[in-house]
């Protein structure tokens, strides 16, 4: 009976949410019809809403989605390998850390972005370039939570791994990364955050594809309904992602 | 510490008058506190005690103003209360919530004084302060934070804060239930000593009968659900008490078995 | 500090800090070594990889004919200004979402809705109303940091200790220094690690707005650099944009622990 209460209490409110919103679009869609706004920076939203249909029905939203996230995606993969590597490694040498931290410190501040020409003289124009970008910005949190989370497991752990003389992989397959787990999930979880707002900031800046590239199109191509349109749709990507990477927090944290 | 004696407070007379209070809606509601009376003289320390869901907290947050009752009413010096007074100071169980952790001792023990002078007294507030840190021998961690202090330490600052709003009654709810035992014992006599150099009504709350004997003029058993008045004794053992002779008193172990039957006997 | 455990221990731990920092110090020579090296023997071709002495030297004449000065200069003053514009209405939109319940309810779910937005996206909105101009830029970062120190201000100030709320109702305090002398410090660990969020977000987006709009900036210049391959110039504008990252991050971080220092361990 309780939960059927909570359900309801989070129907009630979830719909108080929506209430502001719904309000906004409203008043500017009585606006814009009433021609109050200026059509070409305030078009109303019913017409934006027909022009993202109309990029959905065309297949460049599917496609741009696609190209995005395979970016997002390749660069989280690459940075959670190096991420859990280098970590462990920091974690588990306090005279790698002491000697190789300062270097690798001096790197963190570096903004990405500041890195995308160095990608595109690298790499050129393409997914390769976008990944590496991605990759750097990701690396961090994985990296920093990896460290955290090893230096963090119960030495009797290691114990028990040296008493079974366990060799170095087993050690790191077996202990290490299942102990430290939770906390590297943390990490990833940040960095996936990080991973897609790079991404399109990397398409919006230089690279010719996905998300961010349409969304710079439309706007230079003078169609600011497509805009309008492109830009809810990142919008929605991203708070689907962060919706998605909560709950998989969420159970991993109860299991 | 003469000088305290000088912003010295004429104690107040409170009674309760057929409080109830009762939380919750429908099946969950659930009475705290039924029809509750009894009076405290001026000047008089009293000391509740009873087991846990006596409404002994919930009693304290009626009489300092934080909670209303559903029926019933506090009087103080024959006025009902309406509501929180600067009269009334309140020392909260948890000292590490009832404490600002961003503020310095002495930070903190001027946020009883804070608001209570107008316009720019800085410098009053800095003297009155600093007694104060005297009294409670506070002085030496003055500029300390209280994250930086043990427990007992921590629940001084809260009395010194108090202190510093110069109430008329002082409400106490188990401050030194999570003390260690000798720490607790000496911060027994020092607030016994406080209440009677100050001239302060004192409502003590705690779930340990033998520090209800030990520091009241009259102890009252409450017992729970709900929570009602079960037994009041006085107390009548001379003051100053002492933590060896006065508990190994006649007096107290008469009083402590009295007590100790009632409460065990539900 | 303490030096209660006399002289030695003291000696050996400076001495092993001073061992630490050789080492470190000399790992980070052993990488430009390795940098020089492979650039010495061809394996990669020098566009896209100069010789360290060439970005030092770079470097050094940037430096010394004051031409670093004003793409700093500009990209700094774009960025703290934008930060600025972002923590002060942040700090105060947030407050007022914080302390009410009911403005917690209806717009919060909006806010979220924000948050996980990628701020670079608003620049062709901000373009489309403001051109490419310095106050699109300020706008763009203003609006796209906004919402790490927006939502650490309503998290602060939502989260605010009950305990300490009824203590200043038994104090008989006014709203207005409940605020300021309750909810607000109890925010401020809320706060800081949202601006420290934000002037990261601040310093990325003025470096994109600025390769967009081709305004003076230590952003464009690397992009510059990178189309006429003077790969020297393009490591060096990366480097110092690492440094202003470095500095600003710990000039944040003195601020910090000065607020905070109730907070430090227990001594």
Redesign the interface.
């Known amino acids: 009976m309780s939960q059927r209460v909570v359900i309801l209490e989070r129907l009630a409110s979830g719909w108080r949410g929506l209430v502001v919103p719904c309000v906004i679009l409203l008043v500017w869609e009585a606006l814009a019809c009433t021609g109050q706004l200026p059509p070409d920076t305030l078009p109303a939203p019913s017409r934006i809403g027909a022009a993202g249909f109309g990029a959905l029905l065309d297949g460049s939203i599917l496609l741009a989605t696609g190209q995005t996230l395979l970016a997002a995606l390749g660069g989280l993969v690459l940075a959670a390998l190096l991420g859990v590597l280098g970590g462990v490694a920091l974690a588990l040498s306090p005279r790698v850390a002491r000697v190789v931290g300062p270097s690798v410190e001096a790197m963190r501040p570096v903004p990405a972005v500041a890195l995308m020409p160095l990608a595109l003289l690298v790499f050129g124009f393409g997914l390769s370039m976008e990944v590496a970008v991605v990759a750097f910005a990701c690396v961090w949190p994985v990296l920093v939570m990896t460290t955290a989370a090893v230096r963090g497991i119960e030495p009797r752990l290691l114990d028990v791994a040296r008493v079974l003389e366990m060799g170095a992989g087993a050690r790191l397959v077996r202990i290490i990364v299942p102990a430290a787990l939770a906390r590297i999930g943390v990490g990833l979880r940040l960095s996936m955050g990080i991973a897609l707002v790079v991404a399109v900031t990397v398409e919006i800046a230089i690279d010719p594809r996905g998300l961010g590239f349409q969304l710079m199109t439309a706007q230079q191509s003078l169609r600011p309904d497509l805009m309008y349109a492109w830009l809810a749709w990142i919008g929605i990507i991203g708070w689907g992602l962060n919706r998605l990477l909560a709950r998989v927090g969420t159970a991993g944290d109860a299991s | 510490m003469t000088r305290v004696q000088t912003v010295q407070t004429q104690p107040a007379a409170v009674s309760v008058c057929g409080v109830s209070l009762a939380y919750g809606t429908g099946v969950q509601r659930r009475t705290i506190l039924a029809q509750m009376s009894f009076e405290v003289a001026a000047g008089e320390f009293l000391c509740l005690v009873g087991p846990s869901g006596c409404g002994k907290t919930t009693l304290l947050r009626v009489l300092?103003?934080?909670a209303r009752p559903d029926a019933g009413q506090v009087l103080v010096d024959g006025v009902a209360i309406s509501?929180?007074?600067?009269d009334?100071?309140?020392v909260?169980q948890?000292y590490s919530?009832?404490l600002?952790?961003?503020?310095t001792v002495a930070g903190n023990v001027a946020?009883?004084l804070?608001?209570a002078h107008g316009g720019d007294a800085a410098r009053a507030i800095e003297a009155r302060v600093a007694e104060l840190l005297q009294t409670m021998s506070l002085a030496h961690v003055a500029r300390?934070?209280?994250?930086?202090l043990s427990g007992g330490m921590q629940q001084r600052v809260q009395i010194a804060r108090c202190l510093a709003?110069a109430p008329r009654l002082l409400l106490m709810d188990e401050p030194f239930g999570a003390l260690d035992a000798l720490t607790r014992q000496s911060l027994q006599d020092e607030v016994a000593r406080l209440a009677r150099a100050e001239g302060k009504t004192v409502v003590f709350i705690t779930h340990d009968l033998e520090e209800a004997i030990y520091l009241g003029d009259r102890v009252i058993a409450l017992a729970a659900n709900p929570g009602r008045i079960e037994a009041e004794v006085a107390v009548e053992i001379p003051r100053p008490r002492h933590q060896l002779e006065t508990r190994e008193d006649a007096r107290f172990l008469a009083l402590r078995h009295q007590l100790f039957g009632l409460l065990a006997g539900h | 500090m303490s030096v209660d455990g006399g002289g030695t221990p003291v000696l050996r731990r400076v001495l092993q800090a001073l061992r630490d920092s050789a080492a470190a110090l000399a790992f980070a020579v052993c990488l430009v070594l390795l940098w020089h090296a492979v650039v010495a023997a061809r394996l990669v071709s020098p566009v896209f990889l100069p010789a360290p002495a060439r970005v030092f030297d770079e470097l050094c004449v940037q430096i010394r004919d004051a031409s670093l000065l004003e793409p700093l200069a500009a990209t700094t003053w774009r960025m703290a200004l934008g930060w600025a514009l972002a923590s002060a209405v942040g700090i105060a939109l947030g407050g007022l979402v914080g302390a009410s319940r009911s403005a917690r309810t209806y717009l919060s779910p909006m806010l979220e809705f924000m948050r996980p937005l990628p701020a670079s996206a608003i620049i062709p909105v901000a373009v489309l109303f403001l051109g490419l101009s310095d106050r699109m830029s300020i706008a763009v970062i203003a609006f796209g940091s906004i919402w790490p120190v927006l939502l650490a201000t309503v998290q602060g100030f939502a989260s605010t200790e009950a305990q300490l709320i009824e203590l200043a109702s038994a104090l008989c305090m006014r709203p207005a220094a409940v605020l300021r002398k309750i909810v607000l410090p109890g925010a401020v660990p809320d706060i800081m690690a949202g601006m420290r969020v934000s002037l990261a977000i601040a310093l990325i987006l003025a470096v994109v707005t600025e390769m967009q709009a081709s305004q003076i900036g230590l952003g464009q210049n690397i992009l510059l650099a990178q189309r006429s391959y003077r790969s020297a110039e393009l490591y060096a504008g990366i480097l110092v944009l690492g440094v202003l990252g470095f500095v600003l991050n710990q000039g944040l971080a003195l601020v910090e622990a000065r607020l905070l220092r109730w907070r430090a361990a227990p001594g």
Do not use: K, M, V
Request: hydrophobic share 30%; aromatic share 10%; glycine share 14%.
């Open positions: 300092a103003g934080l509501g929180p007074s600067r009334r100071a309140i909260f948890d919530r009832a600002l952790p961003w503020r946020l009883g804070e608001g300390h934070y209280p994250r930086q709003q």
